[in-house]
C-alpha cells in the first residue's frame, strides 16, 4: 500500500555541520506534511511543517523542501547540535483530515 | 503541564492478562488519536476519536484491542487476553482541526508494554 519512507536508516554528523534527512512519499492525494522529532523514551514533538502549495519552509535553524513531482521531502537542520541527536520521521495526511501516516524515521547521531 | 498525559508509563504483563492505558489529551482539542509504535519503526495508527465519537479504525485492531471515549474528554485504550507481540509504546495525541495546523498532534509520552 502507499506509505511514507525514508532513505537512510542512520546518519551520523559532526557537530555545526549541516544535516539532511530524506523522506519519499507515495500518496499523490498528500498535501500537509510535518516532520517530527523523538527523543528516546519520549513521544515524538513537531519541528516543522508544510502545505503542499509550498517548496520551501524555513524555521529555527530547519528548514524543510517540498518536491512534489519526485514526491521528496527533506528535512535539513543548520550547525546540528548535540541536542539535534534523535530519531526524525515524516508524516503526512490530507487536508488535516485524515490520521498522519509515519514513515520508518532517520536515527541522527551528532558527534561532537 | 497541559500536555497530553498518558497512566501508566509503563506496564508489564503477564500473557493473557488484561491492560487499560489512559490518555487525558490537551482540554481544547476534540480529537484523539491512539497509534502504536515498536523498536525501530514509526508510529502505526490504530484508532481515533473526535468527541465521543471513534471514527476510525485501523486493520491492526483486532477484536482483542477496544478503546473507548465516553465523555469526550479522556480516553482508554483496552487490550485483552495480551499476547508477547502486543509489546509496544502505546503513544496518544490529540489535536484541533481549528489549529492553524490543524494535521498537527500533540503527543504523550507514550505508554510501553512489554507481555512476557
Redesign the interface.
Known sequence: GES?GLHL?TLSVQEGDNSIINCAYSNSASD?F?W?KQES??????II?IRSNMDKRQGQRVTVLLNKTVKHLSLQIAATQPGDSAVY?C?E?I???T???????TRLSVIA | DTG?SQNPRHKITKRGQNVTFRCDPISEHNRL?W?RQTL??????LT?FQNEAQL?KSRLLSDRFSAERPKGSFSTLEIQRTEQGDSAMY?C?SSS?TSG??????????SRLTVL
Open positions: 511514507v536508516p500537509y510535518i517530527y523514551g519520549k513521544g515524538p514533538q513537531f511543517d520521521f508524516a495526511n487536508k488535516g483530515n490520521p498522519l501516516v509515519f514513515g520508518k524515521g | 497530553v488519536y497509534y525501530g519503526q514509526g508510529p502505526e495508527f481515533y476510525e503513544l495525541a482541526p495546523r490543524a494535521g498537527e498532534l500533540f503527543f504523550g509520552e507514550g
